[in-house]
């Protein structure tokens, strides 16, 4: 089945900087990537997501890329504000299977 | 309407109790899922109930007994709990289950006591 790895576990920035979190999945047949952000307490909202036959994709400060050959995808936050600290966690789906999530990365935002 | 929701947002259950978690949703969704998540986990998939009938279940302990009545409503039974059974349980929805997203509910945080 498949398996999706995340990295850093957790990352402290300055507010202002960028953070970049990256994760990678073993099934090539895995063609839909969705990001989603949890504050303490609350619910996984998605934030951004992308399908196996776009590379890229920009969502105001948010952005995800995706690499199909080495099955990898990032989520680069620029200009970041102590309203992205959450724990983010990125996903894959195989077309009628379910999501598999990464263990997550605890983003800080440091003012 | 995008919402996911779910009653209640809090419960305390004895580990004798019988407690039901609800979760509705009027997207139109045709897939639905119940999802459990401990402190600093990534939610873990119980149930999956596709055009509301049960198409997978990881390998739950039978105290949790899924139920879809209707394509809207989507419930969890509680029987006999454990204490290691506190968590958040999240309910879930997708157009169906191709590439799009999964809207999450609110959840419900379960302590057993």
């Known amino acids: 089945g498949e398996n999706v790895e995340q990295h850093p576990s957790t990352l402290s920035v300055q507010e202002g900087d960028s953070a970049v979190i990256k994760c990678t999945y073993s099934d090539s047949a895995s063609n839909y990537f969705p990001w989603y952000k949890q504050e303490l307490g609350k619910r996984p909202q998605l934030i951004i997501d992308i399908r196996s036959n776009v590379g890229e994709k920009k969502d105001q400060r948010i952005a995800v890329t995706l690499n199909k050959t080495a099955k990898h995808f990032s989520l680069h936050i620029t200009e970041t504000q102590p309203e992205d600290s959450a724990v983010y966690f990125c996903a894959a789906r195989v077309y009628g299977q379910n999501f598999v999530f990464g263990p997550g990365t605890r983003l800080s935002v440091l003012p | 309407d995008t919402e996911v929701t779910q009653t209640p947002k809090h419960l305390v259950m004895g580990m004798t109790n019988k407690k039901s978690l609800k979760c509705e949703q009027h997207m139109g969704h045709r897939a639905m899922y119940w999802y459990k998540q401990k402190a600093k986990k990534p939610p873990e998939l119980m149930f999956v109930y596709s055009y509301e009938k049960l198409s997978i279940n990881e390998s739950v302990p039978s105290r949790f007994s899924p139920e879809c009545p209707n394509s809207s409503l989507l419930n969890l039974h509680l029987h006999a709990l454990q204490p290691e059974d506190s968590a958040l349980y999240l309910c879930?929805?997708?157009?169906?289950?191709?590439?799009?997203?999964?809207?999450f509910g609110q959840g419900t945080r379960l302590t057993v006591v």
């Open positions: 879930a929805s997708s157009p169906d289950r191709g590439p799009t997203e999964a809207f």
